[in-house]
């Protein structure tokens, strides 16, 4: 029965996910956002919106480790699974700097998590930096993206044209009251979602005995990590590759500011020692074997994908043996 609650979860939260997206962009759209500041805001932070959920309901239940898990994993899975199994298929070059510049800011603050482990537990002052952190990237990106939305095509940017093609970006917007339902219902899905998927996760654990925070390494992580892969084989297939990176380093952003923090303001959040000796710092080489496709621009090629992919994958076989 767990893994039937798992396996329903997940599928709860892929499909409200989606739905509070489509209904999230809509409201935004109607209230007169770009889609540049869209899918560097609401797309990123919609795909993101299970890890949150998944988060807090872990730290309600009694569970905190399982929602570190979930983040430091998922963030990894973003990089090496997310990124590198489009790239097999669909080989793409960045050349943004709009995704440039957040990826630096995903650098520092991945350096700045790992800073505050070491001190950990993570508690309620954590959470404030977290979540002041997180309204100052989503204030900068509006602002950025409201100012250089008429010159992106020109300099290279992102530009509206890259995110034409995306089901997330519909040409005619739902009415704001339709949309708003949308949000209502996708919110109460993913609610329902993660509970099932958290109390599932915690039954396989027991029954292995395994921590909760390998089941959030793991399982969790991939399930949770969907919807930026269905964004980013979508993007690269479509020629965008830096829709694919944007959206991905932002949703790496939000994991670390919006559900650890949001999990902290709830309940102290502990550190497990393997996660100081391994998982954190597996965490940040990820984050850090982007500095060469998006600082000078190397191509995201087959060969590249491959090793990407098949980093996580000897990662996780690496958990599965701990």
Same mark, same amino acid.
């Given at each position: 029965?767990?893994?039937?609650?798992?396996?329903?979860?997940?599928?709860?939260?892929?499909?409200?996910?989606?739905?509070?997206?489509?209904?999230?962009?809509?409201?935004?759209?109607?209230?007169?956002?770009?889609?540049?500041?869209?899918?560097?805001?609401?797309?990123?932070?919609?795909?993101?919106?299970?890890?949150?959920?998944?988060?807090?309901?872990?730290?309600?239940?009694?569970?905190?480790?399982?929602?570190?898990?979930?983040?430091?994993? =998922?963030?990894?899975?973003? !990089? @090496? #699974?997310? %990124?590198? *199994?489009? &790239?097999?298929?669909?080989?793409?070059?960045?050349?943004?700097?709009?995704?440039k510049r957040n990826y630096y800011i995903m650098l520092?603050?991945?350096?700045?998590?790992?800073?505050?482990?070491?001190?950990?537990?993570? =508690?309620?002052?954590?959470? !404030? @930096? #977290?979540? %002041?952190? *997180?309204? &100052?990237?989503?204030?900068?990106?509006?602002?950025?993206?409201?100012?250089?939305?008429?010159?992106?095509?020109?300099?290279?940017?992102?530009?509206?044209?890259?995110?034409?093609?995306?089901?997330?970006?519909?040409?005619?917007?739902?009415?704001t009251l339709r949309a708003s339902l949308y949000v209502?219902?996708?919110?109460?899905?993913?609610?329902?979602?993660?509970?099932?998927?958290?109390?599932?996760?915690?039954?396989?654990a027991k029954s292995f005995e395994i921590s909760e925070?390998?089941?959030?390494?793991?399982?969790?992580?991939?399930?949770?990590?969907?919807?930026?892969?269905?964004?980013?084989?979508?993007?690269?297939?479509?020629?965008?590759?830096?829709?694919?990176?944007?959206?991905?380093?932002?949703?790496?952003?939000?994991?670390?500011?919006?559900?650890?923090?949001?999990?902290?303001?709830?309940?102290?959040?502990?550190?497990?020692?393997?996660?100081?000796?391994?998982?954190?710092?597996?965490?940040?080489?990820?984050?850090?074997?982007?500095?060469?496709?998006?600082?000078?621009?190397?191509?995201?090629?087959?060969?590249?994908?491959?090793?990407?992919?098949?980093?996580?994958?000897?990662?996780?076989?690496?958990?599965?043996?701990?």
């Amino acid at each position: 029965m767990a893994y039937v609650e798992v396996i329903a979860g997940l599928i709860l939260l892929i499909v409200a996910g989606d739905i509070m997206i489509r209904g999230a962009v809509s409201i935004a759209a109607n209230f007169g956002l770009s889609k540049l500041v869209i899918g560097l805001t609401v797309i990123a932070f919609g795909t993101s919106a299970p890890e949150l959920v998944v988060g807090i309901d872990a730290a309600l239940e009694g569970v905190p480790t399982m929602a570190l898990g979930n983040v430091v994993g =998922s963030n990894t899975a973003n !990089i @090496l #699974l997310v %990124i590198g *199994l489009p &790239a097999i298929f669909y080989p793409f070059t960045c050349d943004n700097n709009e995704v440039k510049r957040n990826y630096y800011i995903m650098l520092g603050g991945t350096a700045l998590f790992i800073l505050l482990c070491t001190i950990g537990p993570l =508690s309620y002052f954590h959470a !404030i @930096l #977290l979540l %002041i952190l *997180l309204v &100052a990237f989503v204030t900068n990106s509006y602002r950025v993206g409201r100012l250089g939305n008429e010159v992106a095509d020109s300099e290279g940017e992102i530009g509206e044209h890259a995110y034409e093609d995306l089901d997330e970006l519909p040409e005619n917007p739902l009415p704001t009251l339709r949309a708003s339902l949308y949000v209502i219902v996708g919110l109460a899905g993913l609610v329902f979602g993660a509970d099932i998927l958290v109390r599932g996760g915690v039954e396989i654990a027991k029954s292995f005995e395994i921590s909760e925070a390998v089941i959030g390494l793991t399982i969790i992580a991939i399930g949770t990590s969907l919807p930026e892969l269905v964004t980013a084989v979508m993007a690269a297939r479509h020629g965008h590759g830096d829709v694919a990176l944007g959206n991905v380093i932002g949703s790496n952003i939000f994991n670390l500011y919006a559900i650890m923090g949001g999990t902290a303001l709830v309940a102290d959040v502990p550190v497990p020692e393997s996660f100081m000796r391994v998982d954190l710092w597996v965490m940040a080489l990820s984050s850090a074997a982007l500095i060469p496709f998006i600082q000078w621009k190397i191509r995201f090629n087959r060969v590249i994908g491959l090793t990407f992919t098949l980093g996580y994958i000897i990662y996780l076989w690496s958990l599965s043996i701990g």
